[in-house]
């Protein structure tokens, strides 16, 4: 069974950094598509990052401050975010799905989410 595990989260000011981490257990990333994203109060949980094989996608509103990227080794997917502002507060959930190409959609396995809040 897969498990997720993110950690990471916390509270930051605008314009700092954080790295979140997910723990994958009982499964590969090789041939899966794994993904961040996020859902803040009272708005739909939507993509930020996600990674499948050796492509990458980004939301428009974090390209050129967030980085994907993984360990295979560890079994483990980041999410570097940087330059971080205070619409970006959210709880940040890592996911996975079957296959490669599997951009988008809510199906797949979650974790439980991070809390990632960003103070002006």
């Known amino acids: 069974q897969v498990q997720l595990v993110e950690s990471g989260g916390g509270l930051v000011q605008a314009g700092g950094s954080l790295r979140l981490s997910c723990a994958a257990s009982?499964?590969?990333?090789?041939?899966?598509?794994m993904g961040w994203y996020r859902q803040a109060p009272g708005k739909q949980r939507e993509l930020v990052a996600a990674i499948s094989g050796s492509s990458t996608k980004y939301a428009d509103s974090v390209k050129g401050r967030a980085t994907i990227s993984r360990d295979n080794a560890k079994n483990t997917l980041y999410l570097q975010m940087n330059s971080l502002k205070p619409e970006d507060t959210a709880v940040y959930y890592c996911?996975?799905?079957?296959?490669?190409?599997?951009?988008?959609?809510?199906?797949?396995?979650w974790g439980q989410g991070t809390q990632v809040t960003v103070s002006s």
């Open positions: 996911n996975q799905k079957l296959g490669l190409g599997r951009w988008y959609g809510i199906d797949g396995v």
């Open positions: 009982g499964s590969s990333f090789s041939f899966n598509t």
